[in-house]
């Protein structure tokens, strides 16, 4: 039979013993994460169907799972989830897949894709409206900038500020667009001063080569200006 990867997340880290017992008691290779919540398992199964029952029947009390998933798309490339739920919420779910006309889990997977999609539309609207905020509202825009201008993360709207201490800590970026294309990206610091470092010493590099008189910076600034006094030939001239 084929072998399946599943994903199982945890409610919490699971480490040394508690791991080993998990898998003699299931029988399956399996392989924790750096963090200890999450266990990666290959099973034995007909199907993915099969193969996600089986690590429940095996280990659902063994392990503090919380969620059950495939690692690899399935032939229809759609990811498999399993979700435990009490007795009283698969009687709702039951019933409100009758109500719509489809069976459990149709009406699951459609719920799980109408939440996912409205949870990515709230996130692009929030972050809309906190660019457009600091776009069209914040006061200190309607001046000229400068390259040295700080503005204090604590004069922003919340959501604002949010966002910005978010791409300063993930190091992501924000690209802005026009018709033309990307046109400006707002990203942390950090990555700027990498950037600007990389920049310096790859040109740093290039003169180095294109020209055997360039002087380092450092060495540069030990030599110091040339005395005012000096004559063409190097040598002082006198005054008398």
């Known amino acids: 039979m084929p072998l399946h990867a599943i994903e199982i997340i945890l409610t919490r880290t699971v480490r ?45 009390d063994s392990l503090p799972i919380d969620v059950l998933c495939t690692l690899f798309p399935g032939p229809d490339g759609m990811l498999r989830m399993s979700i435990p739920f009490a007795p009283g ?7 409100w897949a009758k109500a719509s006309g489809k069976s459990t889990d149709e009406f699951l997977s459609q719920a799980i894709k109408d939440a996912l999609a409205r949870d990515r539309a709230t996130e692009a609207a929030s ?10 509202t914040c006061a200190w825009l309607d001046s000229p900038l400068s390259y040295a201008d700080r503005v204090p993360v604590s004069r922003l709207p919340t959501s604002l500020g949010d966002l910005v201490r978010r791409i300063s800590n993930s190091g992501t970026r924000i690209v802005f667009t ?21 920049f310096a010493i790859a040109e740093c590099q290039e003169r180095k080569t294109d020209s055997s008189s360039f002087m380092p910076h450092d060495e540069a600034v030990e030599e110091g200006p040339a005395d005012d006094e000096a004559g063409e030939d190097g040598e002082s001239r006198g005054t008398g």
Do not use: F
């Open 16 to 60: 040394g013993v508690e791991l080993k017992a998990a898998r003699r008691i299931s029988g399956m290779p399996m392989a924790s994460s750096r963090d200890g919540k999450s266990i990666a398992v290959l099973v034995s199964a007909r199907d993915e169907e099969l193969a996600i029952r089986k690590v429940w029947k095996r280990l659902q």
């Open 127 to 136: 972050q809309a409206c906190a660019l457009n905020y600091m776009l069209h």
């Open 89 to 95: 919420v698969k009687r709702r779910i039951r019933a």
């Open 178 to 198: 026009d018709i033309t294309g990307p046109i400006a990206s707002l990203i942390g610091e950090r990555e700027l001063r990498g950037l600007e470092n990389a």
